[in-house]
């Protein structure tokens, strides 16, 4: 299981390593372009949910669990960088979109 680090803000937000990995290369192509987006995600005890506002002036650390990087799948990279352009921004769901299974579960 990795962790998102965002500003300092509260604890880390874990987030399983294949997730957190995809998410990395939409986070850091939307910041290297200077581009604001929203990231929401489920409270894993299934109660509420949480937006943060991704801003290229605010620091963001990944950090993995594992030491090995993992195959990307670029159809779920394109599927979060253009949901990173729309209002609702990047919510993290699973990696196959009709799969219904909430990222990290």
């Known amino acids: 299981m990795g962790q998102l680090f965002y500003d300092?803000?509260?604890?880390?937000?874990?987030?399983?390593?294949?997730?957190?990995?995809?998410?990395?290369?939409?986070?850091?192509?939307?910041?290297?372009?200077?581009?604001?987006?929203?990231?929401?995600?489920?409270n894993p005890d299934a109660h509420g949910r949480n937006t943060i506002?991704?801003?290229?002036?605010?620091?963001?650390?990944?950090?993995?669990?594992?030491?090995?990087?993992?195959?990307l799948n670029q159809e779920w990279i394109r599927r979060m960088a253009d949901s990173a352009m729309t209002g609702g921004g990047?919510?993290?769901t699973g990696e196959h979109a009709d799969s219904g299974v909430p990222a990290g579960s």
């Open 53 to 71: 506002w991704i801003h290229p002036a605010i620091p963001v650390k990944f950090d993995f669990d594992g030491p090995e990087p993992t195959d």
């Open 8 to 42: 300092h803000i509260g604890p880390a937000v874990d987030i399983d390593d294949r997730t957190l990995a995809h998410l990395r290369v939409v986070i850091t192509k939307k910041l290297r372009r200077q581009e604001s987006f929203t990231l929401s995600w489920k």
């Open 90 to 92: 990047i919510v993290l």
